[in-house]
């Protein structure tokens, strides 16, 4: 218990910005932890998923396929979904239909993630602001007991750096995070371009057998 004391002691010598500094690393903490969990919870695609509609399909079962992307809630069923309800459509208008439902999605998948950019981008300019406010506090208590007490400036400056350094860890760690997210939002948008590509695939291959 005492470290955290401590911990939190060494924190806040870096000053007043230290508290929108901490604010701010809370709220993209919480948002990584939200977001890993829908990607690797929410949105998590079974693997026989796929296996699963397409076999319905082959047997001219779409009402069963329709009914398995009903009992899931993720991008690849919602997509499949509004493709098999327009599977007797002319094709145009079947792949309209994923198309706009996958876009859809687009937005849910990427929510929150560009409160992650923002403190990319604000992090070490609140860490700077620190330094520079602590500097200037430094150099007034250096004009106040003069040149007989070093530590007044030098500590003083040593102090308000840990402002920048925590800025910039912030920075750091909403960097490897919203780099992480977007590859995993490219990876769900390539996975649903990938499913309706096999849902038309499919149906092409069965007006060919029907012909």
């Not at 993209?28 to 397409?54: C, G, S």
């Not at 402002?163 to 649903?192: D, P, R, S």
Request: aromatic share 8%; with cysteine; net charge neutral.
């Amino acid at each position: 218990m005492n470290n955290i004391f401590d911990g939190l002691k060494f924190l806040f010598r870096g000053g007043f910005m230290m508290i929108p500094l901490l604010i701010s690393s809370l709220i993209a903490l919480t948002i990584i932890i939200e977001r890993w969990k829908a990607f690797h919870r929410q949105y998590v695609t079974p693997i026989d998923f796929m296996q699963n509609i397409l076999g319905k399909v082959r047997e001219g079962k779409i009402s069963e396929a329709i009914g398995i992307c009903n009992g899931k809630k993720i991008p690849v069923a919602a997509v499949m979904k509004a493709g098999l309800e327009h599977f007797c459509n002319p094709m145009a208008e079947m792949e309209i239909a994923m198309k706009n439902e996958g876009e859809s999605w687009v937005p849910q998948l990427e929510k929150r993630v560009h409160v992650l950019d923002t403190t990319i981008t604000i992090a070490p300019l609140m860490g700077l602001l620190g330094t520079i406010m602590g500097m200037m506090g430094s150099f007034k208590a250096l004009n106040q007991s003069g040149v007989d007490d070093p530590y007044a400036i030098t500590g003083g400056i040593a102090e308000a750096l840990i402002a920048t350094a925590t800025g910039l860890v912030i920075a750091l760690m909403c960097v490897i995070a919203n780099n992480y997210f977007n590859t995993l939002v490219k990876n769900c948008i390539y996975e649903m371009e990938s499913a309706a590509s096999r849902l038309l695939e499919e149906r092409m291959g069965s007006e060919r057998r029907e012909s």
